[in-house]
């Protein structure tokens, strides 16, 4: 029987990774899978607080002291139905989410006994309950006579299709990738999540009745015959424009984008044609940036057997703005990290050879409220290096048919949500968004929470 206080006792244990060895030359993801037994003792740690501050902390405020109690008594399809209930895709947000600065981090447990394991538990729930064949429910049985259209199948389109289609809107998602999942299936690499969970989130979306239109990339003239035959569209189009860092001779050869990079190695994986990937092996490589996009680059790296690989950052570790996690997985793989130290010049013939870096100490907090790094002067020295990865993040760079459609933009070419009558709706009624694309690159859970709440609007608005 459950006395709340087995937290004491039970120590919170994650999944074991595969061993280092392994890990260093296989793309799949780095946990061994749970059993039941452990899920349901790690669960039993939850305290069931009265308050509970992790659903306030996840961005979509799951019921997780509920779904945790359902897994902790081995009820998983009902705790599968439970995290439905505020989630389109359990199963990835538990795989991605940085939970220690989410649910996790808000854990009760954390003041000396390490938060409950919620994104493992979670992941499992949902991966359970599909493999034994279990299906989200409809909430409406009969579709409603209008439809929406949905440009962009990353989980801001997808968990907008998912809860309209669950209360019978019809929808129809373009893109122009070949396969949906948007960054989730081209930007994040397999050992984070493997594209087969993304894929098998297709079919079940497709036996619920959300038509794909792929390899479709919308255009001024696509957007006016697609507008013409929706009663709403939402845009969930992501940000693509990569930051430059201004760096001197960033243009030579053997300079690449995070993203290109990323986005080959996926495809070639994937093997969607005779893709070649851009290939680091045998290279001494150099990752620029701190981000989950520059881990996600050194730990591709190491994968395609690099000579070596080191990642450059301007702050400390405490101040890496991507999931600790991530960080430690890095590290536990050999990447080298240089912290508080700034890339200043790129040098060779035509071709990097160098990095020229110098050091760093933090300053006082800038406007974002982080400390700003300041350059020791002569601190500067050379790195060797064959290849360099630039992953500094990217940001909105709107697309020709969003002024067409008189959709406003903020000066940061983000779009604006000023339309005060529905959440998520644009300047143009006709049109509302979510995702990276209203916020900036953020994170999946955040464009699943916008998919979600905008459908909901989108059914206001359509009076349905
Ligand atoms: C390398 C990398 C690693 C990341 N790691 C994490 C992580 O670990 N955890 C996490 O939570 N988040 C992570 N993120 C962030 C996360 O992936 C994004 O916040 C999220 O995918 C944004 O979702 P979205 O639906 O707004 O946009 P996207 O996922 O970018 O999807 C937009 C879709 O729109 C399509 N599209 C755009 N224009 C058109 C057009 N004209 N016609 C047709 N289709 C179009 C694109 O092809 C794309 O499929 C990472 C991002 C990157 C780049
Ligand atoms: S969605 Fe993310 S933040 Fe919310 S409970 Fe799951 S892992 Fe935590």
């Known amino acids: 029987m459950s006395t709340n206080f087995e937290f004491i006792d039970i120590k919170r244990i994650e999944p074991e990774t595969k061993p280092i060895s392994a890990r260093k030359v296989d793309f799949g993801e780095i946990y061994e899978t749970q059993n039941i037994d452990s899920v349901k003792e790690q669960s039993s740690r939850c305290l069931d607080c009265g308050n509970p501050y992790c659903e306030w902390k996840c961005p979509l405020h799951n019921y997780i002291p509920d779904w945790l109690k359902l897994a902790q008594e081995g009820s998983i399809q009902e705790a599968a139905d439970l995290c439905h209930e505020t989630n389109s895709f359990p199963e990835i947000c538990g795989r991605i989410c940085p939970q220690e600065k989410l649910c996790e981090g808000a854990c009760t447990l954390n003041t000396g006994y390490e938060a409950v394991t919620i994104g493992q538990i979670e992941k499992y729930i949902t991966d359970k309950a599909l493999a034994d064949g279990w299906k989200p429910k409809k909430y409406v049985e009969n579709f409603s006579t209008k439809t929406v259209s949905i440009i962009g199948a990353g989980p801001a389109g997808l968990a907008c299709a998912e809860n309209l289609i669950r209360r019978g809107v019809k929808c129809t998602v373009y893109d122009k990738y070949p396969e949906i999942g948007g960054l989730l299936t081209y930007g994040i690499p397999e050992f984070k999540l493997e594209k087969n969970i ?25 957007m006016n015959e697609i507008e013409k035959n929706s009663d709403a569209v939402f845009l969930g189009l992501g940000t693509y424009e990569s930051i430059k860092g ?20 996926t495809e070639y994986l994937m093997s969607e044609d005779d893709a070649e990937s851009i290939n680091f092996k045998d ?5 620029l940036g701190g981000g989950d996009t520059a881990m996600d680059c050194v730990r591709t790296a190491v994968r395609q057997q690099a000579k070596s690989v080191h990642c450059v950052y301007r702050r400390d570790k405490k101040n890496m703005p991507g999931s600790v996690k991530e960080i430690n997985h890095a590290m536990e793989e050999g990447v080298n990290f240089l912290f508080n130290s700034q890339p200043l010049e790129i040098k060779g013939n035509g071709k990097v050879k160098q990095l ?26 050379l790195l060797e290096i064959d290849k360099l990865v630039i992953a500094f993040g990217y940001q909105a760079d709107p ?3 969003i002024a067409e459609n008189n959709i406003k933009v903020s000066g ?53």
């Open 356 to 381: 020229k870096i110098g050091e760093t100490k933090l300053g006082k907090a800038d406007t974002s409220g982080r400390r700003k790094p300041i350059l020791v002067e002569g601190s500067e020295k």
């Open 198 to 222: 993304v894929l098998k989130r297709r079919e079940i979306l497709e036996e619920l009745g959300v038509k794909f239109v792929l390899n479709y990339e919308v255009d001024e003239k696509k």
């Open 412 to 464: 940061r070419g983000l779009i604006s949500l000023d339309n005060k009558n529905f959440k998520y709706q644009t300047s143009n009624p006709k049109f509302f968004a979510g995702g990276d694309m209203i916020i900036g690159s953020s994170l999946a859970v955040h464009a699943i929470a916008h998919g979600r709440d905008a459908a909901k609007e989108i059914i206001k608005f359509l009076q349905i």
């Open 283 to 287: 290279k001494k490589v150099v990752v």
């Open 399 to 401: 697309q020709s048919f």
């Open 246 to 265: 201004d760096i001197e001779g960033q243009d030579k050869e053997g300079v690449v984008e995070a993203l290109p990079y990323l986005i080959r190695n």
